[in-house]
């Protein structure tokens, strides 16, 4: 018999195909850093974790033509899967590692490695598409059917407290705006503070424009946890424009100007992708706020005129 996995609700993957994909994915990041080269592991990152990643490997090699003198292998061990039952493209599962990357040697207080795989189509390789690093304690526990599936939360859903899908603008617009449907926190509360902060200083001012970033790989994908919330992921577009005062210059790095085009004479804009690691809750929780868990941001782009 065969099951055709786009119309039949399957697992996404099998245990061997995630691992498989984890191995592999680490393989070419690892060879990619290693070289400062983009082109190593561009078949194996996708998404907003794709556009950090190969902005940034772009960016070290004009600093470090050579390659990276100070790479360490990175190693993702003690690799749990929770993978969802789907039908129909795209798919996706989540692996939730331990790396080599800890500076602390506490077991207690170990981070984990959250990294999305997706998949466009029966024709296509898994790709990391979302990366989150947060506390072994914050890694929620998710729903299962008693062979150890887990269960996907359609972007449209209305059981949350946001609509999956509208987690990207309603992010956008928290960041212009302010409001009160994320908790407050480093990536919410503190850092529209900090922006305001550094939206005039001297002789620099800079201004802060944030798009919501939704089609293809950037899409919203979320796992039903055990309380009736989801934990989702989703990506946001940043752009931070600094204008210096006449008579002065900008500073720009050689790691900006590997990414910028133009000439900044009198500013620069930077353009920077970002993906975050919510808990949604359920529609009518006591808490209706949404928590961030983690955030991670690369510089993708500049402009300066």
Do not use: C
Not at 4 to 18: C, F, N, Q
Not at 58 to 64: N, T, W
Not at 75 to 89: R, S
């Amino acid at each position: 018999m065969t099951v055709h996995g786009e119309r039949e609700i399957i697992p996404s993957a099998t245990k061997a195909e995630a691992a498989r994909a984890l191995e592999e994915f680490t393989s070419a990041y690892n060879k990619a850093d290693k070289a400062y080269d983009p082109a190593l592991d561009e078949d194996r990152v996708t998404g907003a974790l794709g556009a950090i990643n190969q902005a940034g490997l772009k960016a070290k090699r004009a600093s470090e033509p050579n390659g990276n003198p100070d790479h360490v292998p990175l190693k993702l061990t003690d690799a749990k899967f929770t993978i969802p039952e789907q039908a129909g493209w795209p798919k996706f599962f989540l692996a939730d590692t331990d790396s080599n990357r800890d500076q602390d040697d506490d077991p207690q207080r170990d981070n984990r490695w959250l990294l999305v795989f997706l998949r466009g189509g029966v024709d296509d390789v898994w790709k990391a598409g979302f990366l989150s690093v947060v506390s072994t304690d914050d890694v929620p526990e998710f729903t299962t059917d008693k062979d150890g599936w887990a269960q996907p939360v359609e972007a449209n859903a209305t059981s949350l407290a946001v609509v999956p899908k509208n987690l990207s603008q309603e992010y956008a617009t928290y960041l212009q705006d302010g409001g009160d449907v994320f908790a407050a926190g480093t990536h919410t509360s503190a850092w529209r503070a900090l922006r305001k902060k550094n939206e005039t200083r001297p002789g620099l001012s800079t201004q802060y424009i944030d798009e919501p970033l939704t089609s293809g790989p950037y899409a919203p994908v979320g796992l039903r946890t055990k309380d009736g919330g989801a934990l989702v992921f989703f990506a946001t577009h940043h752009y931070e424009k600094q204008t210096a005062a006449s008579g002065l210059n900008l500073q720009v790095s050689a790691e900006v100007k590997a990414l910028m085009t133009g000439e900044a004479k009198q500013s620069i804009t930077l353009e920077r992708v970002s993906n975050q690691a919510v808990l949604d809750p359920a529609k009518g929780s006591t808490e209706p706020r949404v928590e961030f868990l983690n955030r991670i941001q690369g510089l993708t782009g500049a402009k300066g005129e």
